[in-house]
């Protein structure tokens, strides 16, 4: 006699053995999970009072922060539950025979990142964050354990696709979220949603909360629009290349819907550093996949290439010279005396602030600190404490009254906060990785199913360090490139091993 068993008890059996199945096989690549699942979408409110010391730094006596404090503290507990996997199978002898990658620009980074953090005349914020952002010492060490956990504990192909897929429902909720707020519809302005993301002890504010975005610009969860767009630019690489090379027909049709959801709230974003991350990974792999051609009409393409080069310096000097005419007859910009005895940093700002939406002012206020940290920096996040808010120049600036805490520019940030020797450091961590990985790429065959990943990844960590150029290092969007940066050595170290033993 057959029994039936209901459908439901059916689904219970195969999701536990699912799990069970995860567990027994991944167990060490949770934390990884947990972070790029989990730690974008986080939002809930938590409350800081500020110390009186630096109360002067903020407009109120407590920081309400949503999007960024427990972002930081779970990117804490991954870091370390993934240096307790990593030690643990050490000790057993089960790590994976995989070398760890660039040893000495990595130890150089920590060693000077943590003298930066220990010599601060800030300690407690160079340790633990400043407000709202939270990108302390101990964040920026968590994101170097996640590089390692990725390089190292990483060893099949099914493993890189199960990270990738885990962030793609992550992305798929934060363009549904993105989408919503990009026509109208902000789902945390809604008193579900607002509860949603404030703990009970605090539900009495809940009628008060607000975000003050305009309409249709998309900040999902991730505090910024160009949070947003930085995301968007380490996503859209990898989503694209999953559309060609993703282990099932289902999942290639979910890539393909997922990227168009993606370019939409890219586009909500209305942050033009994204498209221009975008579009320069785009002309890397172009690159990458025809380089024969290139070879071939080299000398053609050269030529092709310095008639746009005259051409967009022109394009540029004239814009340059336009935006001088305008702010010599914007009376709102010329409404106070100026010392005849500025320096050409201070003529550069007067003329050409207001570029970039003020980008143009705050880093040409940047560059002038350069000088004082160019072995070890002042301390991770204590960039808003040294900068001139007061600065008689700041009417240059599109939103004089702002109080600004971050360079928008990830390696001024890194050079002011970490020190030259910390930036050089990464640099050459950067630079070494990617020139392998180009000349990789461009001798590996292409018929293998890791290529068109190792391409994927490439394309992706270069848009991000595009994009960089424009916008900061924050806890929403940094761990996952640091992760996806060691899925590309991984990927890297795979297909290495598949040319050799097919060589």
Known sequence: MRHHIPQSRHNERSHRALVLHLWRNHWQLLPLLITVGIVPLLVLLHITPIPTAYQPFWITEQVFDFFSYYKAQLIIVCAAVLLLNILFLYVRKQLPPQPIPYVIPLLSYALLLICSALLSAHSS???????ERYEGMWVLLSYLILLLASAVLITTVRQVWLVVQVWAIALAIMAGIGVSQFIGFDPFQTESGRLLIIPQRYESLAAYLEFHFPPHWVYATLYNPNNVAHMMALALPITTTAILCAPTKRSRFSFALL???????LAGTHARGGWVAILSAALLVLMIVFQPAIRRYWRQIKQFALVFVVMGVFWLAWNLNHHQVFTAHNPQLNQTSISFHETFLETLIRHYGTLGSGRMYIWLRSLEQMDDTLLIG????????????????????????AFIDKPHNSYLQTWLNLGGGATLALFVLLFTHAKRTFLLLTTAPHNTDLYPLSLGLYASWVAYLIAAVFYDSVVSVAPIFWII???????????????????
């Open 259 to 265: 990227t168009g959801l993606l370019l939409i709230v």
């Open 125 to 131: 914020i160079a340790l633990h964050g400043f407000f």
């Open 485 to 503: 940066f060691g899925l590309s050595v991984a990927v890297n170290q795979l297909l290495k091993m598949t040319m050799q033993a097919t060589s």
């Open 378 to 401: 002042r301390g991770p996040d204590t960039f808003a404490l040294y900068f001139p808010n007061q600065d008689e120049y700041k009417r240059f600036f599109n939103q004089p009254e």
